[in-house]
């Protein structure tokens, strides 16, 4: 049994452990909170089928990671946290899982992979979609019809539940350079992994930026060029956008519902017929991510690690890559 700690207390937290429990290979151990009530209200309003009567409270980060009762822990704090805690977490022996993007520069990547390595424990980046059984299925298109391959358009656009707060002059963490927030690091990690998983590297990146007020990107147009074609991604966070992503083979096309949330797939021939491919999808995205992580350090796959670490050490490069096209500095860019 993997016991699981974690730090925040939002939505996507309790929807990861409500697939970590599904897995029945971890037990939820501890939660860290700045605020006991907060901690503790979260506890309470977790599934009745999950068993959290046990679940100790820290509010200290240090006492936190000097706990004995837990041996991974799942972060899911502001993207410009997750380089110190999960440090931290390291350098405790913890296992450590973070959502995405795992750093706010490749320098802090790197940091945390070489320790990781050196103390012996993992450091996963959770990427969920790419594990989902969809997401399998679109593999396996594109590894079929690769010799035909054109290029690429993905989206990726929703009104930010934030949006409203910044219109109304308050400035939240996902628009903050401070909190290395924005469009680009939000959502557009997502359509950076299916490029890096599907296509591998870019030869080169070019980010424009739709600027807010905070000199974080509200949306923008990421172009990734390979030697034979590119890749158009479009994500934002000021707008809603409900068109198709989609993957070029010549005269066939794959359509995908969303770039990240995907949870359709079909293909349209010359003839602009469109048949719908079948495929699964679970009622908790992250099931397929929870299932595997654990499989991972259960049977010891360190070739499977290494092929997810490569992944997530080269989205994180293509961020900054694109960024730094920008002109876009965060925070972090100035730590040495």
Not at 68 to 84: C, K, Q
Request: no cysteine; charged share 25%; aromatic share 10%.
């Amino acid at each position: 049994m993997i016991n699981l700690a974690i730090i925040g207390t939002s939505w996507i937290t309790q929807q990861f452990i409500e697939a970590a429990d599904e897995t029945k290979s971890f037990k939820l151990t501890r939660v860290y909170s700045r605020t006991e009530a907060k901690a503790q209200t979260f506890i309470d309003g977790l599934s009745k089928e999950l068993d959290s009567s046990s679940v100790k409270i820290s509010t200290d980060l240090d006492k936190f990671f000097a706990s004995e009762d837990f041996d991974t822990v799942y972060i899911a704090s502001p993207n410009a946290l997750h380089f110190a805690q999960a440090r931290q977490a390291i350098e405790s022996g913890k296992n450590v899982i973070v959502e995405k993007p795992s750093t706010s520069t490749i320098r802090e990547y790197t940091i945390l992979d070489t320790l990781a390595h050196e103390k012996g424990v993992y450091f996963f980046e959770a990427a969920r979609q790419i594990h989902e059984p969809i997401f399998k299925k679109i593999q396996a298109y594109v590894d079929a019809n690769r010799e035909q391959l054109t290029g690429a358009t993905l989206s990726y656009m929703k009104y930010s539940s934030k949006m409203d707060s910044f219109l109304a002059g308050n400035k939240p963490n996902i628009f903050n350079p401070k909190f290395s927030g924005g469009a680009l690091y939000d959502l557009g990690v997502y359509a950076v992994y299916d490029s890096i998983v599907l296509f591998g590297a870019p030869n080169k990146v070019d980010y424009e930026p739709e600027l807010l007020s905070t000199g974080i990107d509200g949306s923008g147009s990421l172009t990734l060029k390979y030697d034979k074609f590119d890749v158009n991604i479009i994500v934002g966070k000021t707008k809603n956008s409900y068109m198709p992503s989609e993957i070029y083979f010549g005269k066939k096309t794959l359509l995908m519902d969303s770039a990240g949330d995907i949870t359709k797939i079909s293909e349209a021939n010359a003839d602009k017929q469109i048949s719908v491919i079948p495929t699964t999808k679970s009622d908790n995205p992250m099931d397929s991510e929870a299932v595997e992580f654990a499989r991972i350090m259960n049977e010891n796959d360190t070739a499977t690690y290494d092929k997810l670490s490569s992944y997530a050490r080269r989205v994180n490069r293509v961020l900054e890559q694109a960024r730094t096209s920008a002109g876009l500095v965060f925070e972090a860019d100035k730590e040495k």
